[in-house]
């Protein structure tokens, strides 16, 4: 199990924000990546969809016998981690509370703010996951959809990237925070404009960091550190790749070997039976 790959998973390309930062600490460990780049972005999708589209996506990794599944996501983090713990009998790690715990323990005037997409700020997770560590912080969250298709773009330093960034943190910095939450893993990728508009006294927190460190710890806490380096890193996206290459060579900084194309529909029959009982569920609660 110790040379088994660390599966990680993303709507798109902000996921790689996450293997970035693990690949840091775990030099040696094999990863298996999957970008559902056909369908990004998950930030706007109901629950009940995103659940079924994590669950396809976790079917999809489970099946290269990975040692521990991180959710390199917001969204599904904060909607369907506890059903996917449910569902797959490996460790799984989400971004969200490692994220709130580091935003709790850093703020200086108890002041955060969170910048994520709709269905992660909808869900108040950062907000409640941040209380549960100091109950007296105060938590101010903007949703940013259009920072995830600016990324996804490469539009990292583009001027249009900077007009959309003061409309979205204005309210923010309105509110004196002195820590901002990056609640996408999307959001890394813009992250100096980021930082020019909010300003230097504001700390600005990757939770794809924050997840790393969780990940160092849990392998070690299971004493499962991979012996040695086994086999490239794989790729995959449910889509064209040719975009998210561009762009992720562009972030990663080199060449990005082992992408390929894959059909995970139906990899999980479950996942669809799932996502099927959730949409009644909503059915009958609008009815």
């Not at 990546?33 to 009940?48: C, E, F, K, N, V």
């Not at 709130?100 to 997409?117: E, P, Q």
């Amino acid at each position: 199990m110790k040379d088994w790959p660390i599966g990680i998973f993303d709507s798109g390309v902000g996921g790689l924000t996450v293997y970035r930062a693990v690949k840091k600490l775990l030099p040696n460990e094999k990863i298996i990546y999957l970008g559902d780049t056909a369908r990004i972005p998950y930030g706007t999708r109901s629950p009940s969809t995103v659940k079924r589209y994590a669950h396809q996506d976790a079917a999809f990794l489970i099946k290269y016998s990975v040692k521990m599944l991180v959710i390199a996501c917001n969204t599904i983090s904060s909607v369907a981690i506890e059903s996917l713990k449910l569902a797959f009998s490996v460790p799984i790690l989400g971004v969200i509370e490692p994220g709130a715990k580091r935003a709790a323990s850093i703020t200086r005037n108890g002041r955060v703010g969170v910048i994520a997409t709709e269905a992660t700020v909808e869900s108040d997770a950062y907000k409640i996951a941040i209380k549960a560590c100091q109950p007296e912080i105060d938590v101010f969250s903007q949703a940013c959809p259009l920072f995830v298709p600016l990324a996804e773009e490469g539009w990292s330093s583009h001027h249009v990237t900077k007009l959309v960034a003061q409309e979205y943190l204005k309210p923010l910095i309105d509110q004196k925070i002195d820590t901002l939450v990056l609640g996408c893993t999307h959001y890394p990728i813009l992250r100096n404009i980021i930082q020019e508009i909010v300003g230097k006294n504001v700390t600005l927190l990757d939770s794809g960091e924050c997840v790393a460190a969780e990940v160092v710890d849990l392998l070690q806490q299971q004493k499962a550190f991979a012996s040695s380096k086994n086999g490239d890193d794989l790729f995959y996206v449910t889509d064209s790749g040719k975009r998210f290459r561009r762009t992720a060579e562009l972030f990663l900084g080199e060449e990005l070997k082992n992408l390929t194309a894959v059909d995970i529909w139906q990899t999980d029959t479950t996942a669809n039976v799932l996502g099927s009982l959730d949409m009644l569920t909503e059915l009958s609660d609008i009815h």
